[in-house]
């Protein structure tokens, strides 16, 4: 379940973060993610969107972790959209706002 959950968030991302604006149907996109947080909210089993939660959660941990010996962080590079968007996953809020 976890590769699916996975493949869920991924998903997710794409849809909101890297689609090409010159080839990016905003209508499409609006509809997909909808449907998702509907399909998430109606048709997953609690397993499923806890699953879906703890892999946001991860994202989420490994997007704000601290700076590594080298002094890296990916934090610089996560926008506040961003992390709003995998809160949202990683407390159930993306499907409980569906239903």
């Not at 493949?7 to 090409?20: G, K, S, T």
């Not at 610089?76 to 239903?99: D, H, K, V, Y």
């Amino acid at each position: 379940m976890k590769s699916l959950a996975a493949e869920v968030v991924r998903y997710l991302w794409a849809l909101v973060f890297l689609a090409d604006d010159t080839f990016r149907d905003e209508n499409f996109v609006a509809d997909e993610i909808e449907r998702v947080s509907f399909e998430m909210s109606d048709q997953y089993s609690p397993e499923e969107q806890q699953a879906v939660m703890t892999e946001a959660r991860a994202w989420l941990a490994a997007a704000t972790a601290e700076p590594d010996a080298d002094g890296y962080t990916p934090r610089r590079l996560l926008t506040p959209e961003q992390r709003e968007f995998l809160e949202s996953l990683a407390t159930g809020a993306f499907m409980n706002a569906a239903g």
